[in-house]
């Protein structure tokens, strides 16, 4: 008589391929904090980046005055406020007639920061493109967040208009390392 062959697993076979995946998980988490913090900062950047670009487009196409600055206390207000952490807002300024909010964005609590960095001394508290889409100066930013400036990313508007992201996780822009608070 013929003995049936037994198919599967041993319960030893079972745990050393539960070992080797735990051990495998363990080591793939850290990477996976990295790149959820990275995507964070680089959504938070282009948010910013295209916020900018959409000012300056809508002064071009309105002919009007539009600035992007700090969002305010109260949604859908035009009134600026004081931090670039709490999220931004473009507003359009016709000539006559009430300033209107075009785009906002508010920051999450936890996070990556916008911060301005001085151009000259004087940190920006708004950037204003005119009808011709020029900025009225420079204004340079950060995007700080826990890791450091080891990961920061920089964004510049140039008195043009032209508006630059910095390529380099570290490295502003406009030149140098950058310093995260």
Not at 22 to 32: E, G, R
Not at 83 to 111: D, I, K, N
Request: proline share 7%.
């Amino acid at each position: 008589m013929r003995r049936a062959r037994a198919c599967g697993l041993t319960l030893v076979e079972l745990m050393i391929t539960i070992a080797v995946m735990a051990i495998l998980m363990s080591l793939a988490a850290p990477s996976f904090t990295t790149l959820v913090m990275n995507s964070r900062v680089n959504t938070q950047l282009d948010s910013f980046f295209n916020g900018l670009n959409y000012a300056r487009s809508a002064a071009l196409n309105q002919s009007l005055y539009v600035h992007v600055c700090p969002v305010g206390a109260v949604d859908a207000s035009p009134d600026c406020g004081a931090q670039w952490s709490a999220g931004w807002m473009v507003v359009s300024v016709p000539a006559s007639g009430p300033a209107t909010v075009l785009q906002s964005w508010r920051a999450a609590t936890q996070g990556p920061v916008i911060s301005s960095e001085p151009v000259g001394g004087t940190p920006a508290t708004q950037v204003n493109f005119d009808p011709r889409g020029l900025a009225g100066n420079q204004a340079n930013f950060k995007i700080c967040d826990a890791r450091g400036a080891a990961y920061a990313r920089s964004l510049q508007v140039l008195p043009t208009g032209f508006v630059q992201a910095g390529p380099t996780p570290g490295q502003a822009v406009w030149g140098g390392a950058l310093a995260c608070p």
